[in-house]
């Protein structure tokens, strides 16, 4: 599918944009592989690592379209990963969220369709399903704009959907390398906010392909929720010290004890697949004879029941303690 493709990731200088990146090219031919970001110095150090003939490097921010337009010349799929997505930074510094995860998102996907791409898909988090946080309240307002992009596109313009998943296990500002970083330093006691939190958990690995397979089953609009385990944040820090002695530190300006991924006010509008779910489009599409319950790769999706919640807290996967510590060491 990317072979001899051009493919642009915004973010591209992320956990998950190197992943993405090696995973590309280990499995395919691609014709450019353009990074997107607004860090030289990150820039510098991927090139280091991914100097593929393939390979451009664009500085440029995704606030900035025309930028963004040059960047988009002759791409055929776009990941859109970039975005502030620090909550407690996103609650001191608002406006700044707000230009990045809403302007910047229009401005990809105002290229995309300038450029005529053929798919986009956005990256989004549980935390834009019933949002408390402005993160969250921007990235479901991304995730609308991407879905209803779809119309402004028409019928032979760009497709866009979206992809949402839970925490990422050692992606950069997640909680495991900090608690390593602690562990390193000598710390007995790990803090935790809330004894009883819980978060959906995915790996790197994990999240690429996912996005992957969605370029392959999207027909434009739907917002992609992968069937993934739950995790408990005492038996994370078990699983990394062996015992379960912590410090209680207080929920962050925020913050969730629980992530939703699939909120009960769209049941009506979500589909379960063998290994997904997809929330399909509210609004009305110029092409109404889509048909989200069988996607492009002919697999078939059923409704979800009146009042289902897709939930971290009621999950019915939690990883053990062991598994936790497995995945840990596979993180490394």
């Known amino acids: 599918m990317f072979d001899n493709k051009s493919i642009l990731i915004t973010g591209g200088t992320g ?6 990146v090696s995973h590309i090219l280990s499995n395919y031919k691609p014709k450019k592989v353009i990074i997107y970001s607004r860090d030289e110095l990150k820039q510098f150090e991927m090139q280091q690592k991914y100097d593929h003939p393939s390979m451009r490097y664009f500085i440029g921010d995704v606030r900035d379209a025309h930028r963004l337009s040059s960047a988009m010349r ?12 620090q909550v407690p930074a996103a609650e001191y510094n608002p406006n700044e969220c707000i230009k990045t995860n809403i302007n910047g998102a229009q401005n990809v996907i105002d290229a995309a369709i300038e450029a005529n791409v053929h798919r986009v898909i956005a990256l989004s988090t549980d935390k834009a399903a019933n949002p408390v946080n402005l993160y969250g309240a921007t990235k479901l307002v991304s995730d609308k704009l991407f879905v209803a992009a779809n119309n402004i596109a028409g019928a032979t313009g760009p497709r866009f959907a979206v992809v949402r998943y839970g925490n990422v296990v050692g ?12 562990l390193s330093e000598g710390r007995k006691v790990l803090p935790v906010t809330h004894d009883e939190m819980t978060r959906f958990w995915i790996t790197l690995d994990e999240g690429v392909q996912f996005v992957l397979t969605n370029f392959q089953r999207m027909q434009g609009g739907e917002i992609f929720v992968p069937k993934i385990p739950s995790i408990g944040i005492v038996d994370l820090v078990e699983a990394m010290t062996g015992g379960r002695e912590y410090e209680l530190i207080g929920i962050r300006p925020g913050e969730k004890l629980h992530e939703v991924m699939v909120p009960e006010e769209l049941a009506h509008h979500t589909l379960e697949f063998h290994d997904h779910f ?36 009621t999950n019915t996967h939690f990883l053990s303690i062991d598994e936790l510590r497995d995945l840990d060491k596979s993180t490394l």
């Open 15 to 20: 956990s998950f944009g190197k992943r993405f």
């Open 278 to 313: 997809v929330i399909k489009p509210a609004i009305k599409f110029f092409d109404k004879t889509i048909n989200y319950a069988i996607n492009k790769l002919d697999e078939k999706g059923v409704k979800v029941a009146d009042k289902f919640e897709y939930h971290s807290g």
């Open 171 to 182: 992606s950069r500002g997640s909680v495991v390398p900090f608690y390593r970083q602690l």
């Open 74 to 85: 002759g791409v055929d799929y776009v990941i859109h990963a970039a975005a502030l997505k």
